[in-house]
């Protein structure tokens, strides 16, 4: 596949009170953006599983967005720090595993923040239709780095 | 007397009267919300962030609404205004005029296609006048009800709107109706206007285009404001560099009549710089300010990392005059500092509106026949604020005084209470309870999965192509039933859901349409009706997340919508039926202090009819009111004190623990048991429900020789002097923020600028010709307490201000005392002699709350006082349900403050009493017994303390507490923890089908 011709997958795991409605503002007030994200929607971005990441990478993802509140503004008090920790570590694995740590983020959107929102769909496609599409959706595994 | 009557007119739809119409409809009231515009949500849903938190406003905003758009017992009549008031407390006919919106709520959709294809644009008052809207508008786009509504004065009737409207809902020739109302009580919370700064003409306002009011300013701060959340010049679109706020625009302003603080301005200000800051990191923010009033809960703390960490520059003067720069549009503010007059550029000029009485105060005033203040609003009195002057009319938010959220929110609950205790009996005779029929047993049956993809009107059939859609979904798997609809939330649309699942014998549900956070409770209701389990449905959201942001890509929209949607069918066909288990409710309140806080919210629980405990630590009830002789006002504190002792024991719902103490808190919500220790005698009760008032104390200073020389009180000695008839002195001096605002206590302690001119004042009126001399950093007299500030100052008292840098200097000379204090006007340090030197001393927190909030779990602040659930909005919640807090116990507070949240906490603590039984949210954490391994990590890790160890050393979930975040599960190294609704099998079923896998491939 040519690098102009691929337009990546990423899934998207959304906390159901910041930046799921911030998804939706972007909707709501017609923010263009590219149609390579497929939203999950979780209660809280501390529900995303490690496992979630590693089996969406496993399965053909070639990005995967967790998104949740901006901290201090979590609705369960403290989940979104503990995606924070959660994704630095799995950024590490995903290295690990010959993954580049970019085909993951953790952003932070508020329910106002549909611009943002749109924003960061708009950068993650662009940077990961540079990095190209994923080894392992291409019938790749992961390749563990000795 | 007439019949009394279990209905409420709250008149007013900003965030208080929302909350008030919440509290009321969950305690057993039908509620008539009425709102003057066609959509609830007052100036909150225009604010873009709320201090101290710099929480976005709609964010937290919207779900009230929403709550209240949807509660069966709260109607809104929009578009409305009282006409006529007849009856008594208890009953009164209300007669309401109600103009036509010209489109018919029952049918419109609020999909938007009228507005999009409207030709005319006209003036967005929502964005305050910088953007356009179309002549058929909804106010802003999370309206609630989500009606539009033609603007007829700038129609012109060409009828597009109808034709385009697929729904059928535009009736251009109705006209306004009359709705009688029969109710037992009214509240009101119709909040307040700005101060429109055209008066202010030295400003040039409405002359410059780039001088702002505060309100312009926050829309042009929001994301959905006028330019998108990028800070703009409305004269040339250019980004400002330095931007000056301008305080007291139509507040402490003799000239113009309205002499009170608007209360809320300097902290807004701040607020607004430092986002502006956030935008745009190089910004120049200055506020010019007279005092910087952060009086309130973590306040000064706000507005010292606005000067220390965001480098708002604070310029202590008036600005007294704005001109404009012709060739830039730049503006000259000019004002004198301590080396003379200065003129100083900016690109863009902010003034700081203050809180006006709303317009019709008047009408509304006369209409009804309650009494206005001097200033236009709201009469009410120190010991009831929340009482209007007419019996059964009950007052809450800016409408009685210029107040914050917090304060607003507050009120609202309380207003609620005082509703409840005049009708108590019939809380339930007029509100309709909802019965469904029993639900199906599915368990055992495959997944039989009917699948409603909605057009929207042409907002996703316009883009996405639904027949194809609906197509595919019928080869997906279990999937048995599919079809597409014009609008699927439509009432009609309803009845053919419930039809299909019975003549299908569906057992899942999904409905691929807009976003779950608005529609989800809707169909999951008709899925109920259908006798289905609500978390049998599921929604795929391609309206909002789909056809609405790839308008361009029909075609790559189509191919998304369809991978959405296999993904929530993957999801649904592992959906299980969840119970939501209910708990009984003990209805008997636990009240802990007595002081004024604890008996109040005791006395209003009581006045409903609910049993009280009543626990107070010394051996009289009182608290800190028995030691105010005085108040601002010409009530008599200690009288109050009085009747509210003999109310209370005349009561025999209350139960009075005096020399008694908390033992032990175990329990949850609507089932809590206390063990008391009284007299050392133990005993245990059973309560739904504890409020937290338990006081502050005035700190015992360690400064200013205190202690040492005699001569040396504090404001509360003084007072009792001054009651007790033995002042005497020809000279005193009070030192304000003793023991406040430094280093040990950053925040303010609210009351003493406040209790310091009340003694001056005592002082001028028992002895005209005493000195008196008010050394102080800061005057925080807000609201109506800004006239006591002007008449101390009238009759002679020296108000001398002093910073950190030049504290004052006290001493003893020759017996006498010697206070040096720097002045900064003529730059010269004053020795006064006083004969008396008051220290004005911070309020501190219980040094028993610690142990408090560990035994109710419930945590404090940094400076040890409780901390609430949200700052703005559940300010007398806690996280834990259950529990709630009023008083000192919160923050620093005045009188009327401390009874507006014990009536507050009365309020939100009915919610819970009122019903019998409570209903526990089924989508939560459950453990299995077989894997976990006893390592305790999703004890540590829950957020609300809602999973134990049980004695076998297995982690055990706590229905009741848990919330369902979810954080638990994601950390399970022996993924033993389920989080229904949200398993790991649906959520990664979910994600993977939308990559065009199974978790088998």
Known sequence: ?146 | MLKKIGAVLVVGGGVAGVQTSLDLAESGFKVYLLDETSSIGGVMAQLDKTFPTNDCSMCILAPKLVGAGRHPNIQLITNAEIKKLQGEAGNFEVTVAKKSGYVNEEKCTGCGICAQKCPIEVIDEYNEGLGVRKAIYLKYPQAVPLVYTIDRERCIGCGTCREVCKADAIEIGSEKETVILNVGSIVLAPGFDEFDPNLKSEYGYGRFSNVLSSIEFERILNASGPYGGIILRPSDGEIPRKIAFIQCVGSRDAKIGNNYCSSTCCMYAIKEAVIAKEHNPQLQCTIFFIDARAYGKEFDAYYDRAEGEYDVRFVRSRVSRIEERPSSSNLIAKYVNDKGPVNEEFDLVVLSVGMNPPKHAEDLARVLGIELNEYDFCSTQTFSPLETSKPGIYVCGAFSSPKNIQESVAQASGAAAKVAGLISQEKGTLTTVKEYPPEREVSDEAPRIGVFVCRCGINIGGVINVPEVVEYVRTLPDVVYAEENLYTCSQDAQKRILETIEEHNLNRVVVASCTPRTHEPLFRETVRDARLNIYLFEMANIRDQCSWVHMHEPQKATEKAKDLVRATIAKARLLKPLPKPLINVTPVGLVIGGGLSGMTAALDLAKQGFEVHLVEREKELGGNLRHIHYILGSEDPQQRLTSTIKEISENEKIHVYLNTELVDVTGYVGNFRTTLNCNGERKEIEHGIAIVATGAHENKPTEYLYGVDERVVTQRELEEKLAKGDFEARTVVMIQCVGSRNDERPNCSRICCAQAIKNALKIKEVSPKTDVYILYKDIRTYGFKEDFYREAANKGVLFIRYDNENKPKVTQENGNLNVLVWEPVIETSIPIEPDLLVLSVATIPNPDNKRMAQMLKVPLTEDGFFLEAHVKLRPVDFATEGIFLCGLAHSPMFVEESISQACGAAGRAMTILSKETLEVEGAIASIDENLCVGCGLCVSLCPYRAIEKDEKGTARVIDVLCKGCGTCGASCPKRAIMIRYFTDEQILAQGLAALGRTPHD
């Open chain 1, 1 to 146: 596949m040519t690098k102009s011709a691929f337009k990546p997958k990423i899934v998207g795991f959304l906390c159901n009170w910041c930046s799921y409605a911030g998804a939706d503002l972007a909707g709501v007030s017609r923010i263009q953006y590219p149609p390579t994200l497929r939203i999950v929607r979780v209660m809280c971005s501390g529900r995303v599983d490690p496992v979630f990441v590693l089996e969406a990478f496993r399965s053909g993802a070639d990005g995967v967005l967790v998104a949740g509140c901006h901290p201090g503004d979590c609705h369960y008090l403290s989940g979104n720090y503990k995606a924070q920790r959660r994704i630095l570590m799995l950024k590490k694995v995903l290295e690990q595993l010959g993954l580049e740590p970019e085909r993951l983020r953790l952003e932070w959107v508020s329910a106002s923040e549909g611009d943002r929102f749109a924003t960061i769909v708009k950068d993650m496609t662009e940077e990961i239709t540079k990095l190209g599409p994923s080894p392992l959706s291409v019938g790749g595994h992961f390749n563990v780095k000795k």
